[in-house]
C-alpha cells in the first residue's frame, strides 16, 4: 500500500447512544470512515446529525457505545489530534501566549520552548503581534484564529473542526477559509472540517463526506477534485453541491416520514 | 437641517475630565466627612448630648496619644492583629480546601451536605464556650472563633465558584489531555473560580474583625478587651479611639486587598 493511501484515523461501525434518565437518544449507527493522511475531509450535514458527536468521540470528549476507532499517530508524537471549538474558547485568564502555549504544558519542554513553539504557531496564522493580549481584547476573528494557533502548537496530525468559521462574518471567514487552506498546503496536517455550510465544504476539501439519518450515519462521500487554488467566485461544482444538498436534504425527507 | 451630536466615548472624552472628575469626587468626599465631624462635636458641646454618653470628637486626639504613651494602644494592635491574621489564614485556607473539594467531587459534597447543614447556622459566638474549654483562654481560643467565621464565607465562595465554572473550558483541558484533577484544578477550575474566591475572601476580611471583637470579648487580651475594659469605666473616649483604629485597620486592609485582587484579576474585561 503506497503512503498516500495511508490512513490516519480509521472508524468501523461507530454506534453512540446518549442514555440519560431513561432515555434514550440513538445518535450514531453503524460509521464507517477511514481518513488518508494529509487529507482534508469536510463533514456536512443537517443539525442535530451528530457532526459534532463524531468528532467528540475522535478526541475523547464523548465514549462510542460499540464500534472501533484506530488513530495512527506518527511516532514520537505527543499528540495525534487537536481540537477546534466553534466558539474559540480562550481561557480569560492568560494571555494569547499562554492560550497557544497551553496545550504544550505537561510535554516536558521548558517555559521557554513552549513559548517559541507558541510564537511560532503565532506567526502562522499572523498574530505574533498580539501575543500579550488579553482575550478579551481581540476581535472574533482574531480569536478564533489564536484558538487554531493553539490547536496547531501541540503539531498535532490531525485538526479536528467543529464550525469554526461559523459564527464569524462573511468576509472574516472567508479570509480565514483561505488562511486554513494556505496552513494546510504548508504544514502537510490532515483536517477534518465539520461545517453545514455545503459551499464552505467543497470549497475548502478534497472529499465531502455527507452525514444523515436518525441514527446519523455516511450517506455519501464525494471526491472534490476542483484545482486549487481555486476560485469562489462562480460556484465550479454546481453538480456537486446540488448532488449533497440532495443527500442531506433527502435523508431528512426519510427521516420525517419516520423511516 | 439639524446637527446631531453624539455624546463622546470614553476613548474621545479629553483627559482632562478624568482628573477633575476624581477631584470633585475627592472634596464631596471631604465636605461629607467634615459635615458628619462638625455635627458629632455640636451635638454634646450644645448639650443635645450628654458629654459622657457621646464624647466630642475634640477630645479624642488627647486620648489616643496617651494611649500611646501607656503603650497600651500597640500591645493592644498587635495582639489584634496576631490574631486576626492567624484566624484569617487558618479559615481561609480550610474553606478554601473544603469549598474546593466539595465543589469538585460529588462524592465529597454528598458526604459533608448535613454536617454543613448541622454546623453551618451556629453562631460564631455559641462557640466561645468551647473554645474556652478547649483552649482556655487564649490566642488560640480567639483563633478558632475568628476562623469558624472565615471558614464558613470562604468555604461556600469557593464551593459556589468552582460549582460555576464553564464546563466549555474544562472540555478545553479534556481535549488537550489535561484530564486528571489534578491538572483540572490548577489549569482550569482555580483560574476560572479566582473572581468567586477573592469576593469571599474580601467578605471574610470584614467579617474577621467583628470577629475580632467577639473573640476577646471573654478576656483574651486585644483591641475588643480594652474596648470592653473602657466601656466598663466608661471612658468613651477611649471607645472611640479604639473604633477608629478598627476602621483605620480595616480601611488599609481592605484597600491594600482590592489592590491585590484588581492586580490577580487584571485579565477581565
Ligand atoms: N451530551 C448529550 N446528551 C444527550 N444528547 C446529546 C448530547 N450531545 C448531543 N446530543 C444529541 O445528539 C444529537 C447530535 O448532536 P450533535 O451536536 O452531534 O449534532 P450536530 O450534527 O453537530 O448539529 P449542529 O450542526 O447543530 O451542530 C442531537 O440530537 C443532540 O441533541
Ligand atoms: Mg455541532
Given at each position: 500500500m503506497g503512503a498516500a493511501m495511508e490512513s490516519v484515523i480509521d472508524i468501523e461501525g461507530l454506534s453512540l447512544t446518549f442514555e440519560r434518565d431513561g432515555q434514550r437518544n440513538?445518535?450514531?449507527?453503524?460509521l464507517d470512515l477511514s481518513v488518508p493522511r494529509g487529507a482534508f475531509i469536510a463533514i456536512v450535514g443537517s443539525s442535530g446529525v451528530g457532526k459534532s458527536t463524531l468528532l467528540r468521540v475522535l478526541i475523547g470528549l464523548a465514549r462510542a457505545s460499540s464500534g472501533t476507532v484506530r488513530i495512527a499517530p506518527r511516532p514520537?508524537?505527543?499528540?495525534p489530534l487537536a481540537f477546534v471549538f466553534q466558539d474559540s474558547?480562550?481561557?480569560?485568564?492568560?494571555p494569547v501566549i499562554e492560550n497557544v502555549a497551553f496545550g504544550l504544558?505537561?510535554?516536558?519542554?521548558t517555559r521557554t520552548e513552549r513559548r517559541q513553539k507558541a510564537h511560532e504557531a503565532l506567526e502562522i496564522v499572523g498574530?505574533?503581534?498580539?501575543?500579550?493580549?488579553?482575550?478579551?481584547?481581540?476581535?472574533g476573528g482574531q480569536r478564533q484564529r489564536v484558538s487554531l494557533a493553539r490547536a496547531l502548537a501541540v503539531e498535532p496530525e490531525v485538526l479536528l473542526m467543529d464550525e469554526?468559521?461559523?459564527?464569524?462574518d462573511a468576509i472574516t471567514r472567508e479570509a480565514l477559509q483561505d488562511e486554513l487552506v494556505r496552513i494546510w498546503q504548508v504544514t502537510g496536517k490532515t483536517v477534518l472540517f465539520v461545517t453545514h455550510d455545503i459551499e464552505e465544504a467543497t470549497y475548502l476539501a478534497d472529499r465531502v463526506v455527507v452525514l444523515a439519518g436518525s441514527p446519523g450515519r455516511v450517506v455519501a462521500d464525494q471526491i472534490?477534485?476542483?484545482?486549487?487554488?481555486?476560485?469562489?467566485?462562480?460556484?465550479?461544482e454546481p453538480d456537486l453541491v446540488a448532488g449533497i444538498r440532495q443527500h442531506i436534504s433527502g435523508e431528512l425527507l426519510l427521516d420525517g416520514t419516520g423511516i | 437641517m439639524t446637527d446631531i451630536t453624539l455624546p463622546a466615548g470614553p476613548t474621545a472624552a479629553p483627559p482632562a475630565r478624568p482628573v477633575l472628575d476624581g477631584l470633585r469626587q475627592v472634596g464631596l468626599a471631604a465636605a461629607g466627612l467634615s459635615l458628619f465631624i462638625l455635627v458629632w462635636e455640636a451635638l454634646p458641646r450644645i448639650g443635645l448630648i450628654n458629654s459622657m454618653l457621646l464624647p466630642a470628637p475634640s477630645v479624642i486626639p488627647a486620648a489616643f496619644w496617651a494611649e500611646i504613651q501607656s503603650g497600651a494602644w500597640a500591645s493592644a494592635v498587635s495582639a489584634s492583629l496576631g490574631h486576626y491574621t492567624i484566624g484569617l489564614a487558618v479559615g481561609a485556607v480550610l474553606g478554601l480546601v473544603g469549598g474546593v473539594a466539595t465543589g469538585m467531587s460529588q462524592l465529597a459534597e454528598d458526604m459533608t451536605s448535613w454536617v454543613v447543614r448541622v454546623l453551618?447556622?451556629?453562631?460564631?459566638?455559641?462557640w466561645v464556650p468551647f473554645a474556652i474549654i478547649w483552649f482556655g483562654v487564649s490566642q488560640s481560643a480567639a483563633v478558632f472563633i475568628i476562623a469558624i467565621g472565615v471558614f464558613w464565607i470562604v468555604f461556600f465562595a469557593a464551593h459556589g465558584a468552582i460549582r460555576g465554572v464553564d464546563r466549555d473550558l474544562i472540555e478545553v483541558a479534556d481535549a488537550f489531555g489535561f484530564r486528571s484533577a489534578r491538572e483540572r484544578l490548577f489549569k482550569i477550575l482555580l483560574p476560572a473560580a479566582m473572581p468567586g474566591i477573592l469576593v469571599g475572601l474580601r467578605t471574610a476580611l470584614g467579617q474577621a474583625w467583628m470577629a475580632v471583637v467577639a473573640a476577646e470579648?471573654?478576656?483574651?487580651?486585644g483591641l475588643g478587651q480594652r474596648m470592653i475594659q473602657a466601656s466598663s469605666l466608661l471612658a468613651t473616649e477611649l471607645v472611640v479611639v479604639y473604633m477608629l483604629t478598627m476602621a483605620a485597620l480595616y480601611g488599609l486592609l481592605d484597600t491594600v486587598f482590592v489592590a491585590v485582587q484588581r492586580w490577580v484579576l487584571r485579565w477581565k474585561a
Open positions: 440513538e445518535v450514531l449507527r453503524g514520537g508524537q505527543r499528540q474558547r480562550l481561557l480569560p485568564w492568560r504544558e505537561g510535554s516536558g519542554l498574530l505574533a503581534h498580539l501575543a500579550e493580549r488579553w482575550p478579551h481584547q481581540l476581535s469554526p468559521f461559523s459564527a464569524l472534490v477534485d476542483a484545482p486549487r487554488p481555486r476560485r469562489r467566485s462562480q460556484s465550479q | 453551618r447556622p451556629i453562631p460564631g459566638l455559641a470579648i471573654f478576656g483574651v487580651p
